[in-house]
């Protein structure tokens, strides 16, 4: 399909860094459906998290729980906390099927702690659905990173 992305999803997703940039992370968490999966390859064209290790491939459980981490008591790999600027640009929908619209964007996530700043960047893919209310739900979510393979000192922030 290769479309451009309406306003109402570019709006989403830009609404989405907010809340990551924010360290909103309950909002953010409450943006993903029931059954939603969060992923992120360790090598480029990785094709399933199923068959080898991945960055991270969390389901709803995993993702909470890396969310009641992030948002409690101070963890040690965030103390002090990441400091993060985000952007969102070139959303495409790719394809729709079965309810569920394939979004692709680049991003751009500029992450400072401890007087180092690191940049990260690539594809990020959602799969959104129409939620009860009005709006969309994440039903799951891919980041492919540029440097996926590389050297990663300990991913600890949501892209």
Not at 66 to 78: S, T
Not at 97 to 111: D, N, W, Y
Request: glycine fraction near 6%; charge should be negative.
């Amino acid at each position: 399909m290769n479309a451009p992305a309406p306003p109402e999803i570019e709006a989403f997703l830009v609404a989405e860094a907010r809340l990551l940039d924010e360290r909103r992370w309950d909002e953010w968490l409450a943006l993903f459906d029931d059954e939603a999966w969060y992923w992120v390859p360790i090598e480029e064209g990785q094709p399933d998290p199923r068959r080898t290790v991945s960055l991270i491939y969390d389901d709803r459980q995993l993702l909470e729980t890396r969310i009641r981490r992030l948002a409690g008591a101070q963890p040690h790999a965030q103390t002090p906390q990441s400091r993060t600027s985000r952007i969102v640009a070139n959303a495409t929908i790719e394809k729709e099927e079965a309810g569920t619209v394939t979004i692709r964007s680049k991003f751009q996530m500029i992450e400072f702690r401890r007087d180092a700043q690191r940049l990260f960047g690539g594809t990020q893919w959602h799969g959104l659905k129409h939620g009860e209310n009005a709006g969309f739900v994440i039903a799951w979510k891919k980041v492919e990173l540029v440097n996926c393979d590389g050297v990663l000192d300990g991913i600890n922030i949501p892209f």
